[in-house]
């Protein structure tokens, strides 16, 4: 399975999430997205599972420091995935669970592939969620781009890109302002909030 295409639009799908703290109707939340709620306990307890799994294949989720830490690296996929289903099940995109199955057995089954998702801040408990997401996503952006090529391939993903602005994401700025700037010297998704939930612009270009 190629998920190099929602890996394009996991990177720059922070250019069009909602950069507002939650409201005050949302306390407890660590994200919503679309109105649905990640709270913190759901947050609290996917970053332990994470953990948990790193611990077993020996990787210290210090080593994630770069990315701004556990919680947001797994907060920051939480909350895309979500975004991703809701964009394309709103467009009509459909995937059963033989296109998921298969899709896992590819990478040569759950284990390994839950492993393999741990790069990417997954807990092996979203694996499935992710893959569901990366398919939907997939056919979303063929539809859109109206063809195999490059080409078209690039003209589906900015589609989606676009449509993912519908689906705001409100992040709790307990865990920082979504980082717009993302680069290999930048590469946290978060960058730390001002007691507004805003971050500054020195933090931006350092």
């Known amino acids: 399975m190629k998920s190099t295409r929602v890996r394009v639009i996991l990177a ?13 109707s949302q306390v407890g939340a660590a994200a919503v997205v679309g109105g649905d709620r990640i709270s913190s306990g759901e947050l609290d307890r996917n970053v332990r599972e994470y953990e948990a799994a790193l611990a077993k294949i020996n990787v210290s989720p210090d080593q994630l420091e770069p990315y701004g830490g556990s919680a947001q690296f797994v907060l920051f996929n939480l909350a895309t995935v979500k975004q991703l289903t809701k964009v394309a099940e709103s467009k009509g995109a459909t995937v059963t669970d033989g296109e998921i199955d298969q ?25 499935r969620s992710y893959v569901r997401a ?32 519908a689906v705001p994401i409100e992040w709790n700025p307990r865990y920082g302002t ?29």
């Open 134 to 165: 990366i398919l939907l996503t997939n056919k979303l952006a063929a539809k859109y781009g109206g063809g195999s090529d490059q080409a078209a391939i690039q003209r589906g993903q900015q589609q989606v890109i676009n449509e993912m602005k």
């Open 178 to 206: 979504i980082n717009t700037q993302r680069s290999q010297e930048q590469p946290r998704f978060f960058v730390p909030s001002d007691r507004f939930g805003k971050a500054s612009e020195a933090t931006l270009t350092q």
């Open 103 to 127: 899709a896992i057995n590819s990478q040569g089954g759950a284990a390994q592939y839950e492993q393999q998702l741990l790069r990417e801040g997954v807990a092996p408990s979203q694996a």
């Open 12 to 24: 720059v799908a922070a250019t069009g999430v909602a950069l507002t703290a939650c409201s005050p």
